[in-house]
């Protein structure tokens, strides 16, 4: 507004007196409003709003309002009035200067009064209207700002404007401030029960509604900011009863509440069948904690500054409470297979399966939780399962022998399976037992199979031994039993399951393995000698034609033992082929060794060498026949073919020198033979001077040296 126009407006009675009353009111509200913004200037510079771009010309304005060199006492209104006019005549006609008084615009910048007169056309009253219009601007937020943010989700915002109003209302000197403390706590309140209901539901929102959380986690950031702000500013003894607030502390409480509530909450893992309560509460506990720290690696810890340590604070929790719900099942009374399951996740799935996510194993393996379980505990409980699972094993195995003794004893014919007769229900559960039990055991650790293995490894031996003893009993009292022989045989198949799996399954250093192995040979033996006695006792006597004979018609006699041993041999093709191969390697050794025999008997002695070579072509010839038939049938003892050749060729020869050299060579072969052997054998060549009989025997040596049972060939005949 120019000056000429105040001063015509001025000339008007009417209108002046009216007019110097306005403008002194307006210019002390001006006054009154200059020193509150100096005061709330500080507050305005450390708040969430700060200095606007290009405001620094205002403070400059203000900082000159409150210099002290300036302004020395307080005007009355007509001073005022007559000193603008003084000032307004000095001025030049139209030119316009600022007043002392300066307002903001609306985008920061500081405007003098006289442009404010030639812009608005609106005098000293426009001016000062719309200064206060801005100052009014400035003031702390309201509740019910508040109020609408926290309405609107706007946590984060609801909390900055809350530590505005806390400030404000701390100055203790804001005019005109309808807010008081309570009401500023009655807002926190709502902001805290809104901000930690969402955060005690972070698994669940962080994926359904990451917004919201992250609005939650901003505004816990604010006020921990805020409280290490106000630690740092006011020594300890001045901590206010609101500040610190400590909600990083809640936030703490909060996650293990959340925490415990899922752990707790039973009803979100679907139900297992045949799993008691308590396998049923560790698969929840174990599943519940691998999800949510799942979402806690991958969603959540990003959300929160390092220091919070998010990630182990929530697996620190979760394995808190899961070892206190273990530690709390360990000291209470288990079923045996609840005490194995607890020991599962103890040892195996607690400390292997959480970290099947590689994100969470890395994770984990900065936070060491540890074991559900104290070593005392775990180990009581390992006792309890090795003690309970050997007794149980040893209860099954005298139950499945009771029930193999009770099928033998029917009047029914054992089945077969692949041609051979079996019984083998008895191997398979003996050796499922034990290969379960101690495979259950390797699964809850390396150390407890291992204790288990050594266990069992007792029992088989021992219940081997019951076997053999009850095997034994039926041979002897059910030698008229319908099927005798095909049960003795099922029960020698029995023997390969037990012999494969202890080879296969026992270290060779182990006793117990050398027991195992023998008491089954035991039984093998023992069930071939009743199977072979039948067909031992009908070749005797036809062995006995040859030396009758002196060796005449051997080829007819040879015939009929092998036709003999033939029908035998097709009843022994149910054994297994492991079996079956043995017995057809004793019936060839004892058909080698029943002939040795009969040359053996110093029935036959041959003066000429014509008849020497006529025994000698026989024997050879009987020698093919055998060793043709039992290699046909399947016997894989090489060893004994060339005996009867040997022999053959020692009568046959006729130089002292040659005999020697066969004889040493048969000693080499089979290094069983004694001399007592070799001088009832040359009984047959008569021939034979006592010194060259002296000198042939001295190439044996009366050695009692035992020799593998596989090249056992003399030994077990005696010599009368």
Partial sequence: MCIDHL??????????????????QWLLLLNMARRKMMKMLPFFQSGPIGIRDGSEGCIGANRQLENPSTSVAEPSGDEIWS??????????????????????????SCTSAGDSLEKGKKGIKGMLTSALKKMKKTKPPSVKQVMDLLEEHKLFDAAQHLIVL???????????????????????????????????DSILLAKTNPELLQQAVEALKEQEKEDQNYTSEN???????????????????????????????????????????????????GKTMKEDLTVVVKYIKQLYPPEFNVFSTYAELYHNYFASQAKKNAESYLEDKDIYLLLSWVHNIYPKDMRKDQALAEELEKVKLGSLLPSNLSEELEKKYLDSEEATIKSSLSKCLDKEIQRWKEDKEPEKLNGHFQSELLAIFVIQSIYSGQKRAEDISAAVGEELLHRLSKELPAFLRSYKDAFEDFKEKSKKHRYYKPILIANINNCWNFRDYTEKNMPEKDDNKASILSTLSDIENSGFDVLLQQLFVQLKPMYKKFTENKWDSSSEIMNEIIKTTSKHISDFRTLKDPFYHAIVEKIHARLVKEYIVRLLKRK???????????LAQNISKNAADLEAFCTSNGSQAKWLNSALPKLAEIIRLQDLGAIKIEVATLATTYPDIRKRHLEAFLYIKANLSRSELKSILGYLADSTASTTPGASLFCSINVS
């Fill in 7 to 24: 001063r015509k407006k001025r000339r008007k009675p009417e209108l002046r007196e009216k007019d110097e009353d306005t403008l002194l």
């Fill in 83 to 108: 000193k603008d006019q003084e000032k307004m005549s000095e001025r030049p006609e139209g030119a316009c200067r600022p007043s002392r008084a300066s307002s903001i615009t609306s985008n920061g």
């Fill in 166 to 200: 806390e400030k404000s209302l701390s100055t203790k000197n804001e005019e005109g401030l309808n807010t008081s403390q309570q009401d500023i706590e009655s807002v926190y309140e709502i902001l805290k029960h809104k901000v930690f209901s969402i955060l005690k």
């Fill in 235 to 285: 020594p300890p003894d001045q901590n206010l009863q609101f500040r610190p607030r400590k909600w990083k502390d809640l936030w703490m409480a909060t996650v293990k509440e959340s925490v415990e509530t899922r752990m707790k909450d039973t009803s979100r893992t679907p139900r297992t069948e045949n799993l008691s309560t308590v396998g049923q509460n560790l698969l929840h506990m």
């Fill in 604 to 614: 036959v002695s041959l003066k000429t060498p014509a008849q020497q070579q006529n």
